[in-house]
């Protein structure tokens, strides 16, 4: 089968790199999470618990960030709450709209998930160089930031 051109021939593409790291990155995340106390989320719950915030966003806010649609989002938080993770409450700047807040246990898990990310960065930093690691991170950074000033 012949390469696309243009695309190097030394490496796969970048979305094939963003894709499978984004799968190795939840796998790693996940996989202590029973043993946390965490057994009932769900790989697809990291969805909403990576875009909710301390403290809350809109659904629509949600689905807009974890780029699923409002009823998959609306069907993640309604499984969320159901769990005891999030909570959805009168949004302060519009009484007729709704946040999504983070219960306490969902606080908890959002600290316990903060830990195990500092955990992976460590550990992946230790695999390929800490100095290094950073590096990829602060370009990846830079580069989401040119492609979109709006999300800073």
């Not at 600290?111 to 800490?130: F, M, P, T």
Request: charged share 30%; with cysteine; glycine share 8%.
């Amino acid at each position: 089968m012949e390469r696309s051109r243009g695309l190097p021939s030394d490496r796969p593409a970048v979305g094939q790199l963003l894709v499978r790291l984004l799968h190795e990155f939840r796998r790693e995340l996940s996989e202590p999470m029973a043993e946390r106390g965490y057994g009932d989320i769900r790989p697809p719950h990291l969805q909403i618990f990576g875009n909710i915030g301390w403290d809350g966003r809109r659904l629509t806010e949600i689905a807009a960030r974890a780029e699923l649609s409002l009823s998959a989002t609306s069907e993640l938080i309604n499984d969320l709450e159901d769990l005891g993770y999030v909570a959805r409450v009168p949004d302060a700047r519009d009484r007729r709209a709704k946040l999504v807040v983070p219960t306490a246990r969902g606080r908890q898990a959002l600290q316990d998930a903060a830990v195990r990310v500092a955990e992976i960065e460590r550990h992946w930093g230790g695999i390929v160089g800490h100095d290094r690691f950073d590096d990829a991170c602060y370009l990846l950074s830079a580069l989401l930031d040119e492609l979109s000033p709006e999300e800073r």
